[in-house]
């Protein structure tokens, strides 16, 4: 039996209310950097405030 592997990523932020949500996105980029990630994290952050 073949072993494969699927990438994810996962975004985890939490509420003022103390509880948390994620945000998983399924084959993230082969090239995605921590930049790119924070970028989006810090729209995510300004949209829902």
Same mark, same amino acid.
């Given at each position: 039996?073949? #072993? #494969? #592997? =699927?990438?994810? +990523?996962?975004?985890?932020? %939490? &509420?003022? %209310?103390?509880? &948390?949500?994620?945000?998983? +996105?399924? #084959?993230?980029?082969?090239?995605? &950097? ?5 970028v989006?994290?810090? +729209?995510? +952050?300004? =949209? &829902?405030?």
């Open positions: 039996m073949a #072993t #494969t #592997t =699927n990438k994810v +990523l996962r975004m985890v932020f %939490s &509420t003022q %209310s103390g509880s &948390t949500f994620s945000i998983t +996105l399924p #084959t993230p980029r082969e090239d995605l &950097t921590a930049a790119e990630v924070e989006v994290i810090e +729209l995510i +952050l300004s =949209n &829902t405030r």
